[in-house]
C-alpha cells in the first residue's frame, strides 16, 4: 500500500522560507515520478514542481527562481524548498507519486499540507 507523509507546512511571512517533505512508503521510491501541487481556496489544484526518476524537474512560471524541488532516494523523500514565498503561494500543498508502464498506472497522493503566507 502506498503512503505519502507530507510535512513542514505551516505559517510564515512574506519573503520568509520553508521547506516541505514528503516521506512515501510502499512505493520504489526511485523510479517514481515526483511532484508537489497546491490547490488554493476557490481554485483548481496546480502544479508547482516535478522531478523525474532520472532528476529532471520543472516548474510553475509562478515559482520559478524561488522553489526547489529535490529527491533523496535513499530516505524515500521529495523536498521542497520554498524562498521568497508570496501572498498568492498559500495553499494546501500536496504531494503526488506516478509511474506508468505498460502493465500499469500509479498515481497517488499525500493527504496534503497547509501553507500560509500572512504578515
Known amino acids: 500500500q502506498v503512503h505519502l507523509v507530507e510535512s513542514g507546512g505551516g505559517l510564515v511571512q512574506p519573503g520568509g522560507s520553508l521547506r516541505l517533505s514528503c516521506t512515501t512508503s510502499g512505493i520504489i521510491f526511485s523510479i517514481y515520478a515526483m511532484g508537489w501541487y497546491r490547490q488554493a481556496p476557490g481554485k483548481q489544484r496546480e502544479l508547482v514542481a516535478a522531478i523525474a526518476s532520472g532528476g529532471s524537474t520543472n516548474y510553475a512560471d509562478s515559482v520559478k527562481g524561488r522553489f526547489t524541488i529535490s529527491r533523496d532516494n535513499a530516505r524515500n523523500t521529495v523536498y521542497l524548498q520554498m524562498n521568497s514565498l508570496k501572498f498568492e503561494d498559500t495553499a494546501v500543498y500536496y504531494c503526488?507519486?506516478?509511474?506508468?508502464?505498460?502493465?500499469?498506472?500509479?498515481?497517488?497522493w499525500g493527504q496534503g499540507i497547509q501553507v500560509a503566507v500572512s504578515s
Open positions: 503526488n507519486a506516478y509511474y506508468r508502464d505498460s502493465m500499469r498506472i500509479v498515481d497517488s
